[in-house]
C-alpha cells in the first residue's frame, strides 16, 4: 500500500460567479477517497456535492485548494493533459446519465475503451460483459431513446465501471432505478472497490448511501461530520445468529 | 416483543426442550431479541398453568419437552391475524427526546439532530453490512433475514424524519449559519461536460 489517495481535494473552494451574485459552493473542503474505498456524500440540494464531484472529476476548476487524483494535482495540467487523465482514471456517472444519443448502448459503453486505443472487438466485448454486470445484457444494440430512464442510468453505470479506471464518481446513480436494480448497482460499486477501486458516491438514498465504507455529511459547501470508518458488523448481531 | 406468543410460535412446528427454544427463537430473530434460558422456563411456567402448553414426561436425563395445545394454538393464530396497534409498541425514546429539545431555549438542536443522523447512519451501514454478506438467503434464514430488513428500513425512516426534523427546526429557530439561498441547486450538472463526448469533437 502507498500513502498516496485515489482521491484528495484538500482544503477546497470553489465560488461561482463574482461580486455581488457570487456562490460559495464550496469552503474549505477536504476529502480523501483512498484506493479500494467506498465513500458516500449526503446533503440537502445546493449544499454542492456536484459541485465536489465536478472538481473530482477534473470538469471544473478549484477556486483555491488542491484535487489529486493519483497524488497528479489536476490544477497542473494542460487541458489535453486532463482531458487524458480522465478518460484513463475516472468513471464519471452523470445525474442525467449524457449518453450519446446516436450510439447503441454498447457503443456508448465501449466509446472510452476505443478512444483509449482499445480495437472495436475486445472494446465491444468489455462493453457487453460491463452491460451484463447491470442487467442489460440483452438491450446492448439498443438506442438511449428506446430505453427508460433506469436502463440510460444503468447504461451511463456501465460506461462509468468499464476498462481499468482507479476512480468512479457517481452523481446519484440510483435515482432512476427501483430498490432492487439500485441494490444491484451498490454491489456492482462494491465488488469494484474491492478490486481497489475508489468510488465517491453522492445519493439522496440512506439505504444506498449505507453500502459505502464512510458516510460524509455536507452541509453549505463543507463536511459537516462523516461516520468514520465504522467498527465491524459484530457489535451489532453476534456470528451465531447466522 | 411477545416472549409468549414467540415460543408458541416455536412449539407450533414441534415440541422442544426449553434450550432448544431459546435457541430457535434467537435463530428466527437474528439474536436481536437475545432471551435468557430463565426467561424461557418463567415463560413456559406460566403457559402451562394457562393450558396454553404442556410438559412432556421428562427423559431419562430429566429434561421435559413441552408441546402447545389447542387453547395455544387459538391464542397463537388470533396473535398472527390481529394487526399490532401503536399502542402496542413502547414509546420511542428519541422522538420524545426531539421534541423537547425543540422546547429547550439555547440548546443547539442542528446538532442534537446530527449527532443522531451519524449513529443511525452508522447502524444502518452496519445492518447494510450484514445484508450483504447474506446476499441470497435460505429458507432457514429466511425468518432472520426478514428481521434484518425490517431493521434496516426503520433505521432509514428514521434517518428521513430526522431530515424533517431539521427542516421543520430550521423554518421556526433558524440556525447560526446563513442558511443556502439557492433556487437552481442542479445548475451545476449544465456545466459538466461528457468526457467521451468531448473527446469526439
Ligand atoms: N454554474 C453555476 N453558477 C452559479 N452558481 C452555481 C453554479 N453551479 C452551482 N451553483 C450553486 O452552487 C451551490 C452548490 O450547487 P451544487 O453543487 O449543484 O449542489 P448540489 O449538487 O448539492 O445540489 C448552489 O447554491 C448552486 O446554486
Ligand atoms: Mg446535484
Redesign the pocket.
Known sequence: MTTTRALSLLGVDRI??AGNSA?H?LRGLTIEVAAGELVAVM??????????LNLAGGLDRATAGQVLVDGVELGELDAKALARLRRHKVGYVFQDFNLIPSLTAAENVALPLELDGVRSRPARQRALLALDEVGLEDLADRLPQDMSGGQQQRVAIARAVVGERSLILADEPTGALDSETGEQVMRLLRARCAQGVAALL?THDAGHAAWADRVVF?RD?AALDDTGSASGPESLLPETAR | MSIPHGLLALLDQRPMYGYQLRAEFERATGATWPLNIGQVYTTLTRLERDGQVVGQATDEEGRQRYEITAVGRETLRTWFTDPVTLGDRPRDELAIKLALAALSPGLDVQAVVQNQRVATMQRLQELTRLKRDAPTPSAEDLAWTLVLDNLRYMAEAELRWLDHCEGALARVRPPTAPP?S??????????ATDPTQESLR
Open positions: 461561482h460567479g456562490v459552493a446533503g440537502p440540494s445546493g449544499s454542492g456535492k456536484s459541485t465536489l453522492v455536507l459547501g | 443556502t439557492d433556487p437552481d441547486p442542479d445548475a451545476a450538472s449544465d456545466l
